[in-house]
């Protein structure tokens, strides 16, 4: 059963656009929701995390929003870059991320300059 | 530095053998965790570890062990048993206070030969 559940896919922005990543999960036991960043041949790197207490949180051009009620949380890009290429994992957690991650299935994100 | 170290960085199995993939950690973490990543999906939960010589099994074990002798160092075997080993193996490790990410290695590419 997969309980992050991620789209889409694969995603094509211009250069200076916004990429939007969704997330939706099921349990209503997780409490922390990273986003990792993945280039290939190497391993995740994490990018923003938020708690459920919180409807949004910002850093630089990456902002995560988090919707309780609905159980989804999306990653905006602002002004996407060619460096933004890469592959982006949502992530949730219990116990405040003391717990193991699950992740959703990857986004593959491609911005053409 | 800090971080997390993987090997080799790829490994190559023959039917029937035993491998074992590395992985230290000089971050002083208490929690480290084994991860296999398949194509197109996301990372999937193999074992983890909160404490020196105590571990738990993950959403998918079978076919693998561990071992938790020292703090820094979480050794991965992927054993005769697991029929479908060819992936690519990630580390990682946190502390056991909230709101804290897991850190990655930058993974071990297993293929059989």
């Known amino acids: 059963q997969q309980q992050v559940k991620q789209s889409p896919q694969s995603l094509i922005v211009q250069k200076g656009g916004i990429s939007i990543i969704n997330c939706a999960y099921e349990?209503?036991?997780?409490?922390?929701f990273p986003w990792y960043q993945q280039f290939p041949g190497k391993g995740p790197a994490l990018l923003i995390a938020?708690?459920?207490?919180?409807s949004e949180k910002k850093e630089g051009r990456f902002t995560i929003s988090f919707n309780k009620s609905a159980k989804q949380f999306s990653l905006h890009i602002m002004d996407s870059q060619p460096g933004d290429s890469a592959t982006y994992f949502c992530?949730?957690?219990?116990?405040?991320?003391?717990?193991?991650?699950?992740f959703g299935s990857g986004t593959r994100l491609q911005v053409q300059p | 530095d800090g971080g997390i170290t993987q090997s080799p960085k790829y490994l190559f199995r023959k039917e029937g053998q035993n491998v074992t993939l590395s992985c230290e950690q000089n971050?002083?973490?208490?929690?480290m965790y084994w991860y296999r990543q398949d194509p197109g999906q996301g990372l999937r939960l193999i074992y983890y570890?909160?404490?020196?010589?105590?571990?738990q099994k993950g959403d998918i074990a079978e076919g693998y062990s561990v071992s938790r002798e020292k703090k820094e160092s979480f050794p991965l075997t992927v054993t005769s048993a697991q029929k479908n080993p060819t992936a690519f193996y990630l580390c990682?490790?946190?502390?056991?206070?909230?709101?804290?990410?897991?850190?990655f290695g930058d993974g071990t590419r297993l293929s059989i030969l």
């Open positions: 938020i708690r459920p207490d919180v």
């Open positions: 971050l002083n973490h208490d929690a």
């Open positions: 349990n209503t036991a997780f409490d922390y």
């Open positions: 570890s909160q404490i020196v010589n105590d571990f």
């Open positions: 990682a490790s946190s502390t056991i206070q909230g709101d804290q990410p897991q850190h």
């Open positions: 992530a949730a957690s219990k116990d405040t991320g003391r717990r193991a991650l699950t």
